[in-house]
């Protein structure tokens, strides 16, 4: 059945907002999923809006999330957040998810759309933060960073040896970028100055970005076969739902390690697992797995050259800070009736009425 749904108006008057700005906007109903860092939340209470933020450390359940957007008009959501359309359809006044992330797979845009709600990402600011992190998880990777810490508090280290956590280098080594968006352009101009050669596969060819980073482009395969390092960043779509699986662990160089800060879902763990079990990977290093968090039975946990990190590649105070501040922006924009500074759709019906399949 399809039922289209008027916009609920907001049913109060608008009033002079504390800093005395001439944008007025009548107040309205911001749910935030959880406390981001910085001066989001004070900026849309500064605004006169209303704003409620779940209080715990955990993300809201599909119910409380369920209660808390069937009263809201806007909302300030992670990527844990899951907001399909049932959710949708149980949300009348909503005007805008704003997603505090670049990757929204957590929401899906048309869907939104056909919702009558614009979706909102973070683009541009979590770029270098994220890429920082994909070269730490790298250099981490191949110099056992991680492992050998663990022996060290364990007792392990007895004496220099000249054989323990032998690693491989970085200088001279090839690294394959999948996905050469600006996460990857950033990682690339890292690799360039620690003196690898570049390599990079995605859709279509990048000649600007290649002119930049010097990466080099090679179909998939030959990328694979190539590299010393393969890191992953390319979103999460049906296309790139494990890319990364067997036959492509097995086109890897023996001894190659892989790194993903995109999507747990981009890689097929179990075919991970099982490269890394035959020996024909050297490590990975991941920074988000399938699911999160990842359970302490996984058997990824059981390989000395993994490593894992919950999540945190964007997780520097300065983004975390600006990516919420990005988010209140586009919410103060959709709830003054404006076009949203950064949309990934774009509601059919936006302020008008909607229509959505139930
Ligand atoms: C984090 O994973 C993001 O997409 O920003």
């Known amino acids: 059945m399809v039922v289209t749904l008027a916009k609920q108006q907001y049913g109060r008057p608008a009033f002079a907002r504390p800093g005395g700005t001439s944008d007025l906007a009548p107040m309205a109903r911001i749910f935030v999923t959880r406390t981001p860092p910085g001066t989001a939340i004070a900026t ?11 209080p715990g450390e955990l993300p809201p359940s599909r119910e409380a999330l369920a209660a808390a957007l069937a009263e809201a008009d806007a909302a300030l959501t992670m ?10 359809a149980g949300a009348p006044s909503l005007r805008i998810i704003a997603n505090m992330a670049v990757g929204y797979d957590n929401v899906d845009p048309a869907t939104a759309a056909r919702a009558g709600v614009w979706l909102t990402n973070t683009p541009g600011v979590l770029a270098e933060t994220t890429a920082d992190m994909a070269f730490a998880l790298l250099m981490a990777a191949a110099r056992n960073v991680v492992a050998s810490d663990r022996d060290s508090r364990a007792g392990g280290w007895k004496t220099w040896s000249p054989t323990a956590f032998l690693g491989q280098d970085v200088h001279g080594a090839t690294l394959g970028i999948v996905g050469l968006g600006e996460i990857g ?3 690339a101009l890292r690799a360039t100055g620690f003196k690898m050669r570049v390599v990079y596969t995605g859709r279509t060819r990048k000649p600007d970005a290649e002119r930049v980073t010097g990466a080099e482009w ?3 395969d030959a990328l694979l076969r190539a590299s010393d390092f393969v890191s992953v960043h390319t979103p999460l779509t049906p296309e790139t739902h494990h890319l990364m699986d067997a036959s492509r662990f097995a086109t890897m160089k023996r001894g190659a390690i892989v790194i993903n800060t995109a999507r747990g879902q981009v890689v097929d763990q179990d075919a991970l697992v099982a490269a890394l079990s035959s020996g024909h990977l050297g490590g990975a290093a991941l920074d988000v797995t399938d699911p999160e968090p990842l359970p302490l039975t996984h058997p990824l946990y059981g390989f000395p050259n993994v490593i894992i990190t919950p999540h945190i590649a964007s997780a520097s105070m300065a983004t975390r800070s600006k990516m919420a501040e990005m988010a209140a922006a586009n919410i103060l924009a959709v709830l003054a009736s404006r076009e949203p ?3 990934v759709n774009r509601p059919a019906h936006s302020g008008e009425g909607r229509t959505i399949g139930t």
């Open 79 to 88: 990527v844990t957040d899951r907001i399909d359309e049932e959710l949708l």
């Open 218 to 220: 090679l179909p998939l």
């Open 341 to 343: 500074p950064n949309p």
């Open 185 to 187: 352009q950033a990682v």
């Open 44 to 54: 849309l209470r500064a605004h006169g809006h209303q704003v409620s933020v779940w």
